[in-house]
DNA sequence: CGCTATCCCATGTTATCCCATATATATCCA
DNA sequence: TGGATATATATGGGATAACATGGGATAGCG
């Protein structure tokens, strides 16, 4: 099962080109597709990946639905026409496409930070924000993990 | 398995020719026939495309109606009937049936929505407002995808 | 014969491939 | 232990192939 885990900053190129992080390439070298799937994200200004194997599996759930339902044809067209498929080289970059750096404010680095199943892109400058942001709510609502799981890190 | 991802916008050119999207045409290069099928949506002003193999999949789910049922007949004359073969040229482009153009209101471009194991061609100022009542719809009816392979929907 | 679709080739743009280099970490042997 | 050599990763850039698109030539069909 496909874990991402840790943060990564890499450089973007004057191509577009971002290198994904190895030990995130290593989760998905089984797959059928050499590469990853990338989603905006409907909170942040960041991106979200997948592999291509989750969307496989994503894709089998929709067939639980009726064809041609309301429901169906919803999903299927935000999540699937939403998604970006994007094949890594011998290298293992990536080309991101010009309306996603823009949507996420890509200058010149992405930070990638691994979220499990799931991982996020983001600007290193925009997640710096963001993680002190999460870290004052966490603080002011006075947060804390519910018990049985593993304690702070 | 085929997996349609992504939103692709090509040119009608005065001939009347579409060039499938590569990634598309890369999932359906094993079948035995060299192209596409489309039909009219039954729902929206757009096209539905499907692989040779999915269309025989649709045709063993009708079989769980009645043999003669009124919805069986329907549904059968909508979608067979109505469906039309087209084969791509040694580009990748296909025709588009002027009854189909119209009804789509494909004037010079024509947007591919992947949707998994199906597609969808619209034109692409009418398929922004559908993107955007996609998204609406997801959020509000808060829809999710069945975890599991199971039944539940 | 005239219309239209199919085939074929040309073109510009862009992504992909491939190799070179830098840097860091790991490995090995004296 | 030290120092030199390997391995993995990230990055830069030139060569090449893929793709979308335009248009002419040819073949089929009415």
């Known amino acids: 099962m496909t874990l991402f885990l840790s943060t990564f900053t890499n450089k973007v190129d004057k191509k577009g080109r971002v290198s994904v992080p ?30 291509y194997s989750y969307m496989q599996e994503i894709g089998a759930r929709l067939d639980d639905f009726d064809l041609f339902s309301a429901e ?4 299927a067209t935000a999540i699937f026409g939403d998604a970006v498929q994007l094949p890594w080289d011998g290298d293992g970059r990536v080309m ?13 680095k992405a930070t990638f930070v691994g979220m499990g199943r799931k ?8 997640f710096e924000a963001r993680r002190e942001s999460a870290r004052q709510s966490v603080k002011s609502k006075n947060m804390t993990i519910p018990k049985g799981s593993g304690g702070d890190k």
Do not use: K, Y
């Open 22 to 51: 190895a030990s995130f390439r290593a989760e998905l070298t089984d797959q059928s597709f050499q590469g990853i799937v990338l989603f905006r994200s409907n909170v942040h200004a960041c991106l979200e990946g997948f592999a």
């Open 72 to 75: 169906q044809d919803d999903l």
């Open 96 to 108: 991101l496409p010009t309306e996603l750096v823009e949507f996420s404010e890509l200058n010149e």
């Open 119 to 126: 991982f996020q892109i983001w600007s290193p400058s925009v």
